[in-house]
């Protein structure tokens, strides 16, 4: 088992750890969560009965690993959310974070914004499609969904990213406009006083 599990962790480790990490968005949530699909592929290699592709099965456990954490959180936060006095707390520390900072990059926090809008099965379709490159077919085994389903949910995710990239794009040129407006108010003010 030992030689197996080596072989399956040199094989598949980035791709486990590349969606893992899209889907969550934190390094170290990321790397505990990796933790929990080894846990998971160690306890039941033994029920493995090869219907799919070793990455397929892995790719699944990371996801139903993704979703348990994502309901953890929902608990959580609506447990903070219900005991929290946020009148009196200071809750956001004022200086970023390094993954934060690593994020930065405009393109990449709006696609992050963008994919926190669509569900999870979408979240997890787009980032298997488009950023590993997974065919409709590797998709669909990878997620235990029909091709259809993938196809469908493409769709629907694709639809909901485009909608908020365009308010976001818009949001954007509405502070543009107003940057430049204040620019000129000012720039009108300093030609008329001289």
Not at 8 to 28: A, G, I, P, R, S
Not at 65 to 77: E, H, L, Y
Not at 106 to 111: L, P, S
Request: proline share 1%.
């Amino acid at each position: 088992m030992e030689e197996t599990f080596q072989l399956l962790y040199d094989t598949y480790h980035q791709d486990l750890y590349q969606f893992l990490f899209y889907m969550v968005k934190d390094k170290n949530q990321t790397e505990d969560l990796l933790q929990e699909v080894y846990i998971r592929v160690l306890n039941s290699y033994h029920t493995f009965e090869g219907r799919s592709s070793e990455k397929t099965w892995l790719l699944s456990i990371a996801r139903h690993v993704a979703i348990d954490w994502f309901r953890k959180q929902q608990t959580i936060r609506q447990r903070i959310l219900g005991t929290f006095d946020w009148d009196t707390q200071d809750v956001r520390d004022q200086q970023l974070l390094p993954d934060e900072l690593a994020v930065q990059h405009e393109n990449v926090r709006e696609i992050y914004a963008a994919l926190d809008q669509c569900t999870i099965d979408q979240r997890a379709v787009i980032i298997l499609r488009f950023i590993q490159g997974y065919s409709i077919q590797e998709t669909a085994k990878a997620l235990r969904f029909s091709e259809s389903k993938v196809k469908t949910t493409q769709h629907r995710g694709l639809k909901v990213l485009r909608k908020h990239m365009e308010l976001l794009r818009e949001e954007l040129m509405d502070d543009e406009v107003r940057m430049e407006r204040r620019t000129d108010k000012g720039v009108v003010k300093s030609t008329s006083g001289s």
